[in-house]
Protein backbone atom coordinates (compact mmCIF):
# COMPACT_ATOMS: atom_id res chain seq x y z
CA UNK A 1 0.00 0.00 0.00
CA UNK A 2 1.43 3.24 -0.92
CA UNK A 3 2.66 5.69 1.76
CA UNK A 4 4.06 8.11 -0.30
CA UNK A 5 2.66 11.72 1.74
CA UNK A 6 1.06 14.66 -0.01
CA UNK A 7 4.26 16.79 0.19
CA UNK A 8 6.55 13.80 -1.11
CA UNK A 9 3.86 13.75 -4.35
CA UNK A 10 4.20 17.23 -5.04
CA UNK A 11 7.76 17.29 -4.81
CA UNK A 12 7.51 14.04 -7.36
CA UNK A 13 4.98 16.26 -9.68
CA UNK A 14 7.17 19.10 -9.42
CA UNK A 15 10.33 17.19 -10.25
CA UNK A 16 8.78 15.49 -13.57
CA UNK A 17 7.56 19.21 -14.44
CA UNK A 18 10.44 20.83 -13.97
CA UNK A 19 12.56 18.40 -16.35
CA UNK A 20 9.88 17.83 -18.43
CA UNK A 21 10.19 14.55 -17.84
CA UNK A 22 5.79 13.95 -17.45
CA UNK A 23 3.53 16.09 -18.89
CA UNK A 24 -0.03 14.03 -17.41
CA UNK A 25 -2.06 14.89 -14.82
CA UNK A 26 -1.63 15.24 -11.17
CA UNK A 27 -3.90 11.69 -10.33
CA UNK A 28 -1.56 9.83 -13.66
CA UNK A 29 1.64 11.01 -11.72
CA UNK A 30 0.17 10.17 -8.06
CA UNK A 31 -1.13 6.78 -9.81
CA UNK A 32 2.37 5.85 -11.41
CA UNK A 33 4.44 7.13 -8.42
CA UNK A 34 2.07 4.99 -5.81
CA UNK A 35 2.25 1.93 -8.21
CA UNK A 36 6.25 2.30 -8.16
CA UNK A 37 6.42 2.69 -4.77
CA UNK A 38 3.81 -0.29 -3.99
CA UNK A 39 6.56 -2.19 -5.85
CA UNK A 40 9.40 -1.46 -4.44
CA UNK A 41 8.31 -1.91 -0.99
CA UNK A 42 6.60 -5.85 -2.01
CA UNK A 43 9.64 -6.44 -3.58
CA UNK A 44 12.15 -5.45 -0.55
CA UNK A 45 9.98 -6.23 2.39
CA UNK A 46 7.24 -8.82 1.75
CA UNK A 47 8.50 -11.01 -0.79
CA UNK A 48 11.58 -12.76 1.06
CA UNK A 49 11.92 -15.75 -1.11
CA UNK A 50 12.30 -13.35 -4.09
CA UNK A 51 15.71 -13.08 -6.39
CA UNK A 52 16.44 -9.86 -4.77
CA UNK A 53 16.38 -10.75 -1.62
CA UNK A 54 18.01 -14.48 -2.46
CA UNK A 55 21.07 -12.49 -4.16
CA UNK A 56 21.55 -9.94 -1.34
CA UNK A 57 21.80 -13.40 1.12
CA UNK A 58 24.20 -15.32 -1.02
CA UNK A 59 26.47 -11.98 -1.74
CA UNK A 60 26.40 -11.77 1.93
CA UNK A 61 26.75 -15.08 3.85
CA UNK A 62 27.35 -16.04 6.40
CA UNK A 63 26.05 -12.47 7.13
CA UNK A 64 21.76 -12.03 6.66
CA UNK A 65 20.91 -8.83 6.64
CA UNK A 66 17.67 -7.41 8.51
CA UNK A 67 15.17 -6.37 6.31
CA UNK A 68 15.34 -2.66 7.06
CA UNK A 69 19.19 -2.79 6.14
CA UNK A 70 18.57 -4.65 2.73
CA UNK A 71 15.51 -1.37 2.04
CA UNK A 72 18.10 1.42 3.21
CA UNK A 73 20.96 -0.57 1.10
CA UNK A 74 18.42 -0.33 -1.94
CA UNK A 75 16.91 3.27 -0.85
CA UNK A 76 20.78 4.52 -1.93
CA UNK A 77 21.37 2.01 -4.75
CA UNK A 78 18.56 3.32 -6.19
CA UNK A 79 19.14 6.64 -5.71
CA UNK A 80 22.80 6.98 -6.88
CA UNK A 81 21.84 4.79 -9.85
CA UNK A 82 19.45 6.73 -11.08
CA UNK A 83 19.86 10.10 -10.01
CA UNK A 84 23.57 10.34 -10.70
CA UNK A 85 22.73 11.49 -14.60
CA UNK A 86 21.03 14.80 -13.17
Same mark, same amino acid.
Not at 46 to 65: F, G, K, Y
Given at each position: %? /? =? +???? @? +?????????????? $?? =????? *? !?? !???? @? $??? @? *? %?????? !?????? /?? *??????? =? +??? !??????? /? @?? &? /???? &?? $??
Amino acid at each position: %M /A =T +LTTT @E +LAHIRQECARTQAV $DY =TKPVI *N !AA !AQAI @E $DYL @E *N %MLTTRP !ATSLNV /AI *NAATAPV =T +LSV !AQKKKIG /A @EV &L /ARKF &LR $DK
